[in-house]
Nanobody, 117 residues
Framework: QVQLVESGGGLVQPGGSLRLSCVASGFTFSSYTMSWYRQAPGKERELVAPITRAGGSTNYADSVKGRFTISRDDAKNTVYLQMNSLKPEDTAVYYC??????????WGQGTQVTVSS
């Protein structure tokens, strides 16, 4: 059974940091591109950052470049999102995504990140 379990969200003040984790099970983690998405209230879900298998390539949404870092540990079946210099506009539910081609796509349940003073 495929599972993606996110953790690490919470309430943080502007300028603060959080690290999100996503632990995967039920599929061959190392073969999948892993990504973080987010969805703010009233907005569409957007891609924050993907990382290809073996960490060969990463990319970032313009809004998070220089502040967020995606990484993966294939030995632990885990993908991370380090978020620094957080802004109120980063407030959203953050989702973990696993993708292999166009047919094998899995989602986590999401973790809430709230940036507020």
């Amino acid at each position: 059974q495929v599972q993606l379990v996110e953790s690490g969200g919470g309430l943080v003040q502007p300028g603060g940091s959080l690290r999100l984790s996503c632990v995967a099970s039920g599929f061959t983690f190392s073969s999948y591109t892993m990504s973080w998405y987010r969805q703010a209230p009233g907005k569409e879900r957007e891609l924050v950052a993907p990382i290809t298998r073996a960490g060969g390539s990463t990319n970032y949404a313009d809004s998070v470049k220089g502040r967020f870092t995606i990484s993966r540990d294939d030995a632990k079946n885990t993908v991370y999102l380090q978020m620094n210099s957080l802004k109120p506009e980063d407030t959203a539910v953050y989702y973990c995504n696993a993708r292999l081609g166009f047919l094998r796509i899995y989602w986590g349940q999401g973790t809430q990140v709230t940036v507020s003073s």
